[in-house]
């Protein structure tokens, strides 16, 4: 025989069960990205196999001659986010953009091959010297760039991939919590952001974040993504210091690009954001197997990428020089 504080309890505790069962995974949403098509999530990557690194086209880069922004070009909205003036827009193929102008635009494509070649993720990027935007009305920032009859001028375009949710900001991973940590993979991608320069490598830790996690919807698949390489090809250092698209100042850094080796680490002058995150803790061994990938790149690619993303002849000569010393320096230390 039950007796009645018994069937109390059990009354309690199925009680509890259900109310706790009705209560949406709030803070679960938050910390992991969702596949919203049923599709089950795939175990996070970060790098790729980028495969014969030599052959890669650094004319038109991760997007191809495919991908290639074709007009007309229609004003969707702008973009007030972030520091340089930004629209969104669509071209003739139906594809979504984003287009950029000021400082940014030389470097951020340029990098986006740099970054590509070495196995990493990043959306594909175009320069477009010139064009006309349809119903680009009423601008903000970007009415310095756009001309009344929708013309523009030197602008970055980055291709909005379709079908993938992304999680950024406060939601997105840092540098040192993330399920890379200590791997030749992520210790890599933090010597192609000393590489190119980069010192804004912020995290899910500031208020707006350059590190995202993409997760395509149909498939699950996750990517772990340093989505922004604007801050790059100039000077590393702090705020009244640094500089973007600059090559005599990055030529100026680069004799102290590597600056020894210690105790099977590689030691470089790197300085920015999160500095000791990106620089310490990377390995001889770390570089030697990021060398199997940017050590192929020809001094042709380099040049071919940096003349499609709108560098001058004297720019040019400069940056390809300046980005194979840089990369020798790398060898040296993985002999």
Request: proline share 4%; hydrophobic share 35%.
């Amino acid at each position: 025989m039950i007796s009645g504080r018994s069937t109390r309890r059990a009354l309690i505790a199925v009680t509890a069960t259900v109310l706790l069962s009705s209560v949406p995974a709030f803070n679960q949403s938050k910390k992991k990205p969702q596949a919203t098509s049923g599709a089950p999530l795939q175990r996070p990557v970060l790098w790729r196999d980028p495969g014969v690194v030599e052959k890669l086209d650094f004319v038109n880069g991760p997007g191809g001659t495919k991908h290639i922004p074709r007009p007309p070009f229609t004003f969707v909205e702008e973009d007030t986010g972030g520091t340089n003036p930004k629209i969104k827009i669509t071209d003739a193929s139906g594809r979504s953009w984003g287009v950029k102008w000021g400082s940014e635009v030389h470097g951020e494509v340029f990098a986006s091959r740099l970054i590509w070649a070495a196995g990493y993720h990043l959306e594909p990027s175009y320069f477009v010297q010139s064009g006309k935007i349809i119903g680009a009305k009423r601008l903000s920032r970007a009415k310095k760039y756009v001309e009344s009859d929708g013309s523009f001028t030197n602008a970055r375009f980055e291709l909005k991939e379709k079908g993938v949710s992304k999680a950024t900001d406060k939601e997105s991973w840092r540098w040192d919590r993330n399920p890379f940590v200590g791997t030749r993979e992520l210790n890599g991608l933090k010597v192609m952001i000393m590489l190119t320069s980069n010192w804004d490598p912020k995290d899910q830790t500031d208020s707006q974040s350059n590190t995202a996690i993409y997760t395509k919807r149909n498939t699950g698949e996750v990517t772990y993504v340093m989505s922004d390489w604007g801050a790059t090809m100039g000077k590393w250092g702090g705020v009244l210091s640094r500089e973007k698209w600059d090559c005599d100042g990055f030529a100026s850094q680069t004799k102290k690009f590597v600056t020894g080796v210690d105790g099977g680490m590689v030691k470089f002058g790197y300085e920015g954001k999160k500095q000791n995150e990106i620089k310490e803790g990377i390995r001889v061994s770390d570089v030697k197997w990021l060398l199997a990938y940017v050590g192929r790149l020809t001094d042709e690619q380099i040049r071919a990428g940096l003349k499609a993303s709108g560098g001058t002849p004297n720019e040019v000569d400069c940056f390809t020089t300046a980005l194979r010393d840089r990369i020798n320096q790398l060898r040296s230390t993985a002999r």
